[in-house]
């Protein structure tokens, strides 16, 4: 299924969104509005918003919200975070499973990626 652009209001709502999610996570908020809460605040419904989102930006905004709490992780740590901090911010309850996602998402753990520095 080919995806259309987003114009008009629908994207500018959508930058609203992305933005409104950009402040969360850079005020370390891990508990965050889940979906339909979202949908509340911008005036849409869960699924509207979600399917708007992914044409707007080509992701989900759980991945979104992954993706940019795994890229603030990334920044920390190499500002010399303590790895189980960076963890706990990223919100997961495990340094372990930070861990995972981490090298999922970088190709290196955080431990590898400290050892550089």
């Not at 209001?9 to 908020?29: K, Y």
């Not at 919200?65 to 919100?91: C, K, P, T, Y």
């Not at 999922?104 to 590898?112: K, M, N, Q, W, Y």
């Amino acid at each position: 299924v080919a995806q259309t652009a987003l114009r008009g209001r629908s994207h500018e709502r959508m930058l609203r969104v992305r933005a409104f999610l950009d402040e969360e996570i850079a005020q370390g908020h891990t508990a965050a509005l889940g979906v339909a809460a979202l949908g509340r605040r911008f005036g849409l419904s869960a699924s509207a918003l979600q399917r708007q989102f992914r044409q707007a930006f080509a992701v989900s905004i759980t991945e979104y919200r992954r993706n940019m709490r795994l890229m603030q992780a990334r920044s920390d740590l190499e500002h010399g975070s303590r790895i189980s901090e960076v963890a706990d911010r990223a919100g997961y309850t495990s340094a372990a499973n930070f861990s995972t996602a981490f090298r999922r998402h970088f190709g290196v753990t955080p431990s590898e990626l400290q050892g550089r520095g």
